[in-house]
C-alpha cells in the first residue's frame, strides 16, 4: 500500500462549520456515473451554494450564468438529476437529497421504490 502525505501541508482541507463537502458514496457507489456532465456541475454547485440542510435559492439565471449553460442545459441536468433521486426542486428552492435514502429504499409489496425521483420516472414513462 501506497502511504500517503500531504503534498501541501499548509494547505489541509478543514470541513467548514456550515458546510459540508461533497459525499464521498457519489463516487464508490457510482451514483455519478448516471449524471451528465451538465448534471455533475450543477449537483457540485447545489453542494456548494446550499446551506446545512441542502437548500439553495438560486434562480436559473444566475445558474447559467456561473455554470455557462443554456436555458435547456440546466432543465436536463435538473432533470437527470431529479429522477436519480439526487435533488428536489420546486422552484425557487433546491435541495440537495441525502445519499442515505437511496440505498436504504424500502421497497414496497409490488418490488417499487418509494423514492421521489423512481415515481416520477414511472409517470413520465407512463405519459410517454
Given at each position: 500500500?501506497i502511504?500517503?502525505?500531504?503534498?501541501?501541508?499548509?494547505?489541509?482541507?478543514?470541513?467548514?462549520?456550515?458546510?459540508?463537502?461533497?459525499?464521498h458514496?457519489?463516487?464508490?457507489?457510482?451514483?455519478i456515473?448516471?449524471?451528465?456532465?451538465c448534471?455533475a456541475?450543477?449537483?457540485?454547485?447545489?453542494?456548494?451554494?446550499?446551506?446545512?440542510?441542502?437548500?439553495?435559492y438560486?434562480?436559473?439565471?444566475?445558474?447559467?450564468?456561473?455554470?455557462?449553460?443554456?436555458?435547456?442545459?440546466?432543465?436536463?441536468?435538473?432533470?437527470?438529476?431529479?429522477?436519480?433521486?439526487?435533488?428536489?426542486?420546486?422552484?425557487?428552492?433546491?435541495?440537495?437529497?441525502?445519499?442515505?435514502?437511496?440505498?436504504?429504499?424500502?421497497?414496497?409489496?409490488?418490488?417499487?421504490?418509494?423514492?421521489?425521483?423512481?415515481?416520477?420516472?414511472?409517470?413520465?414513462?407512463?405519459?410517454?
Open positions: 500500500m502511504a500517503k502525505h500531504p503534498i501541501d501541508k499548509n494547505r489541509i482541507r478543514k470541513v467548514p462549520k456550515h458546510f459540508s463537502w461533497v459525499d458514496r457519489l463516487v464508490r457507489n457510482r451514483h456515473e448516471r449524471f451528465s456532465h448534471a456541475a450543477l449537483y457540485l454547485f447545489l453542494v456548494t451554494v446550499g446551506d446545512a440542510n441542502g437548500l439553495s438560486y434562480g436559473d439565471k444566475s445558474i447559467i450564468k456561473r455554470l455557462s449553460m443554456d436555458q435547456s442545459m440546466l432543465q436536463k441536468a435538473r432533470s437527470n438529476l431529479i429522477q436519480n433521486g439526487m435533488i428536489a426542486w420546486q422552484e425557487p428552492i433546491y435541495q440537495v437529497l441525502s445519499l442515505d435514502i437511496r440505498e436504504t429504499a424500502k421497497r414496497s409489496p409490488m418490488g417499487q421504490p418509494h423514492s421521489l425521483g423512481s415515481i416520477l420516472k414511472k409517470a413520465m414513462e407512463k405519459t410517454a
